[in-house]
T-cell receptor
Framework: NAGVTQTPKFQVLKTGQSMTLQCAQDMNHNSMYWYRQDPGMGLRLIYYSASEGTTDKGEVPNGYNVSRLNKREFSLRLESAAPSQTSVYFC????????????FGSGTRLTVV | EDKVVQSPLSLVVHEGDTVTLNCSYEVTNFRSLLWYKQEKKAPTFLFMLTSSGIEKKSGRLSSILDKKELFSILNITATQTGDSAIYLCAFRTQGGSEKLVFGKGTKLTVNP
């Protein structure tokens, strides 16, 4: 099925460990996004990429890095995980100036202990 | 600073009730306002509103935007238990790199 695929779905890390969340979309969208969602906080933008080769910081970028590997893939890396990064992470993609809303992946539930 | 404020933060109703969810915003480069429904996983798109006064409808759900007063409402009539979810409002910026800025959401619980 067409859409946004995130891996892994669940992950537990120890404080200080690193990991990369993967995201791929097959809709030929130019723009891709990483959000985190915490209880009572809605979705907050971490980083986004308007096109292959470009990335920009969002509202809460500290502690994260991203890579727009190609048009399909946009990864999020935690270099040294902290308990404050325990959250649900969503990747999304959109057409530029599209008529519809963003398409979201199913999310990654990350726990840092 | 751009922001989106949703109210109420939570709401409990009985099946058959009608509910109105509110979303107000302050943005510098407004392009459109979007509503999403989130159950257990990813948000799913409901509506996108760009023009004032034009109601969008989908079954029992409808939404309208007031660009002068900077708010939007989402109405759900004859609620069902399947409407229980978090409803998210977001605005889409324009100019340069577009992105969505979300409110904190309204958690709706519909009891049988």
């Amino acid at each position: 099925n067409a859409g946004v695929t995130q891996t892994p779905k669940f992950q537990v890390l120890k404080t200080g460990q690193s990991m990369t969340l993967q995201c791929a979309q097959d809709m030929n969208h130019n723009s891709m996004y990483w959000y985190r969602q915490d209880p009572g906080m809605g979705l907050r933008l971490i980083y986004y990429s308007a096109s292959e080769g470009t990335t920009d910081k969002g509202e809460v970028p500290n502690g994260y890095n991203v890579s727009r590997l190609n048009k399909r893939e946009f990864s999020l890396r935690l270099e040294s995980a902290a308990p404050s990064q325990t959250s649900v992470y969503f990747c999304a993609s959109s057409e530029d100036r599209g008529r519809d809303g963003y398409t979201f992946g199913s999310g990654t539930r990350l726990t840092v202990v | 600073e751009d922001k989106v404020v949703q109210s109420p933060l939570s709401l409990v109703v009985h099946e058959g009730d009608t509910v109105t969810l509110n979303c107000s915003y302050e943005v510098t480069n407004f392009r459109s306002l979007l509503w999403y429904k989130q159950e257990k996983k990813a948000p799913t798109f409901l509506f996108m509103l760009t023009s004032s006064g034009i109601e969008k409808k989908s079954g029992r759900l409808s939404s309208i935007l007031d660009k002068k007063e900077l708010f939007s409402i989402l109405n759900i009539t004859a609620t069902q238990t399947g409407d229980s979810a978090i409803y998210l409002c977001a605005f889409r910026t324009q100019g340069g790199s577009e992105k969505l800025v979300f409110g904190k959401g309204t958690k709706l619980t519909v009891n049988p």
